[in-house]
Each structure stands twice: as C-alpha cells, then as structure tokens.
C-alpha cells in the first residue's frame, strides 16, 4: 500500500511539473488574423466567443459565441487600438503577442493548468467598432471563461479615459 501512495504521489509530481512547463498550452493556430474582414469563425465546440459569429448563421456554435464588439474610445480606430493594448498589458494573465493599428492580438494561460486561449481584437472601419474572438485552444467546453475574459476587458476598456 504505501508504494502505491509513493506512486501515485510521484506521478502527481511529475503532471504537476508538465502543465506548469506548459503541456496545456496547445499550439497556436495558423489561421489567425483578418481574412476578407473576418476573424477566424467561432470553434466548433462552445469554447469561444465572437463579435461576428452573426456572421456565420449555420455554424452550429453561433448562438453560443455572440458577443457584442467592443466600441470606439477616442475617436479613432488607431486610438481606441492603443488604448486597448494599455488595457490588455496591465491585466496580469494576457500577453500581448502582436500590435498593429488596426489588429491585436494575445494569449491568455490560466492560473493554475496553464490553459492558453487565443485573444483577436481587429478595429473594423466600415462598422466602427473593434470586433474581437477569443477561443480555447484546447477542451471542448470553456464553462464561460473567454466570455468572462471579454467582458473584464470591456469594462477595463470602458473604464479608461
């Protein structure tokens, strides 16, 4: 019995130490970015929110995915852009990865597994508005946290000047 205990205690070591190295993190995907003035569709699982999921009405995760766009601050898409890069670097769990002025893009991980979602935000000209995804790179289900993610980062957004 107790060598059972000191194997089960060694394997919970060993798996403690490959999520903290990463073995949760999942890989990023190719096919990020703003494609004919589109995000990446939502996934086909409910892992992920989009401000365009409207865009795909048979897409079996669209009611799912809707969320709104985050709107301008300070009267221009560039602005709004930086100010929402200021809001995203102060937040401990997201790091941005790429900055253009018009596209944004960053991983969040999770504390303790070491999840990575996969954050976009692009500013759209002919809505004007920024529309955003945020997805799971791994996992089927999410339980609402890349919703919860966005609307902390709303209201951080929101809440500067």
């Given at each position: ?45 409910p892992n992920s ?83 955003l995804r945020s ?27």
């Amino acid at each position: 019995m107790k060598s059972v205990l000191y194997i089960l205690a060694g394997i919970l070591i060993v798996a403690t130490i490959a999520i903290q190295l990463g073995a949760l993190h999942g890989n990023r995907p190719a096919d990020l970015g703003v494609s004919k003035g589109r995000l990446k569709p939502p996934s086909a699982t409910p892992n992920s929110v989009s401000s365009q999921a409207g865009l795909y009405p048979e897409h079996p995760q669209r009611a799912y995915a809707q969320i709104q766009p985050l709107p301008l601050k300070g009267g221009s898409g560039a602005a709004s852009m930086t100010t929402l890069a200021t809001v995203l670097a102060a937040m401990p769990s997201i790091t941005v990865v790429e900055q253009r002025p018009d596209y944004l893009y960053a991983q969040a991980t999770t504390r303790w597994l070491k999840f990575t979602d996969d954050l976009e935000f692009w500013f759209d000209p002919a809505r004007g508005a920024i529309e955003l995804r945020s997805a799971s790179r791994l996992g089927g289900k999410d339980f609402g946290v890349n919703r919860q993610r966005i609307e902390a980062i709303r209201a951080a957004y929101l809440a500067q000047p």
